[in-house]
């Protein structure tokens, strides 16, 4: 097999409020002490499906696409349907592209070059989903990006790529799933959708940090994106 040397782990420090509230509030720290070991653990489990030979389910996004919050990286949504596959993905292993603080444009400069090049060393495709958003949503300035960029991305995933909507009521948040509608009545792409109803009911969903999901979150998330598929 030839080299894959990818990283998943973002090129960039924290932001400032992170950074700020994990020096006072302890459930923050704490989640923010699994980014750098869960991103070893996706590398590892990279290579382990680069050189099994079989088609590869290719997970590109964010911190919850990697399972920050989780008891482990394994108990994300991308794991738990990993250790319980639909029929579609059975015989498939999984390629997770994803890091932590990941927007819309990293997708496009990192990690569909990455899946790029697997695809020409010969690597089957069997899947690809894409959870993405959550972290332009934050910024007022790559808030006001989205919109145009998201249209860039959905134009540049490939075909039936499953793509999760943005559950948020912002304005921002709206144009997303707008463009998301869009692309899937066009038959380009297939969507997890996760707006209410889908996953109202966080309570005791979350994480230490009051953001990211917990197990029992990722599971709900599992069960949209089982649905799609």
């Given at each position: 097999?030839?080299?894959f040397?990818?990283?998943?782990?973002?090129?960039?420090?924290p932001?400032?409020?992170?950074?700020k509230?994990?020096?006072?509030?302890?459930g923050?720290r704490?989640?923010?002490g699994?980014?750098?070991?869960?991103a070893r653990?996706w590398?590892?489990?990279?290579r382990?499906?680069?050189?099994?030979?079989?088609?590869?389910?290719v997970?590109l996004?964010?911190?919850?696409?990697?399972?920050i919050?989780?008891s482990a990286p394994?108990?994300?949504?991308v794991?738990q349907?990993?250790?319980?596959?639909p029929a579609r993905i059975?015989?498939?292993?999984?390629l997770?592209?994803?890091f932590?603080?990941?927007r819309?444009?990293?997708?496009?400069?990192r990690?569909l070059?990455a899946?790029?090049q697997?695809?020409?060393q010969?690597?089957?495709?069997?899947?690809?989903?894409?959870?993405i958003?959550?972290?332009?949503l934050?910024?007022?300035?790559?808030?006001?990006l989205?919109?145009?960029?998201?249209?860039?991305?959905?134009?540049?995933?490939?075909?039936?790529?499953?793509v999760?909507?943005?559950p948020?009521?912002q304005?921002?948040?709206?144009?997303?799933?707008r463009?998301?509608?869009a692309h899937e009545?066009a038959?380009?792409i297939?969507?997890?959708?996760?707006?209410?109803?889908?996953?109202?009911d966080?309570?005791g969903?979350?994480?230490e940090?009051?953001f990211?999901?917990?197990?029992?979150?990722?599971?709900?998330?599992a069960?949209?994106?089982?649905?799609?598929l």
């Amino acid at each position: 097999m030839t080299t894959f040397d990818y990283s998943n782990l973002s090129d960039r420090p924290p932001g400032p409020v992170v950074s700020k509230l994990a020096l006072v509030l302890p459930g923050v720290r704490s989640v923010m002490g699994q980014v750098e070991p869960y991103a070893r653990w996706w590398e590892d489990s990279n290579r382990r499906a680069l050189g099994s030979g079989r088609p590869l389910w290719v997970a590109l996004g964010d911190s919850m696409t990697q399972g920050i919050g989780a008891s482990a990286p394994d108990r994300g949504w991308v794991g738990q349907i990993a250790a319980d596959p639909p029929a579609r993905i059975r015989d498939a292993a999984v390629l997770n592209l994803a890091f932590n603080g990941a927007r819309v444009l990293d997708v496009l400069e990192r990690q569909l070059p990455a899946l790029d090049q697997v695809r020409e060393q010969g690597h089957e495709i069997a899947l690809v989903t894409l959870l993405i958003g959550n972290n332009d949503l934050m910024s007022p300035k790559w808030s006001r990006l989205l919109p145009s960029a998201i249209e860039t991305l959905l134009d540049a995933v490939p075909h039936g790529t499953v793509v999760a909507t943005q559950p948020g009521l912002q304005r921002s948040a709206a144009r997303f799933n707008r463009a998301v509608d869009a692309h899937e009545r066009a038959g380009e792409i297939v969507i997890a959708d996760f707006r209410v109803p889908h996953m109202r009911d966080w309570r005791g969903r979350l994480a230490e940090d009051r953001f990211h999901p917990n197990d029992r979150g990722y599971a709900g998330m599992a069960d949209v994106i089982r649905h799609a598929l």
